[in-house]
């Protein structure tokens, strides 16, 4: 078990030990995965690119003439 010191208490006493201990009745571990974690575990993307062909620059790509 882990000690609680107190560091004035162990300066001026002599015969002082510790004033405690510490006692963990449960702890829990969680993991914080990371993007590639997910791809070593098996998890499949898909890949869809888009080009859109608006006027909204002043000029259409919808027809080009040749």
Do not use: C, M, W
């Not at 405690?20 to 869809?48: A, M, P, W």
């Amino acid at each position: 078990r882990p000690k609680v010191l107190h560091p004035k208490k162990k300066g001026k006493k002599k015969k002082y030990i510790n004033s405690g201990t510490v006692t963990l009745l449960s702890f829990k571990v969680e993991s914080e995965y990371t993007f590639v974690d997910f791809i070593r575990g098996g998890t499949q993307l898909n890949f869809t690119v888009a080009i859109d062909f608006t006027a909204s620059n002043g000029k259409s790509l919808n027809y080009v003439l040749f």
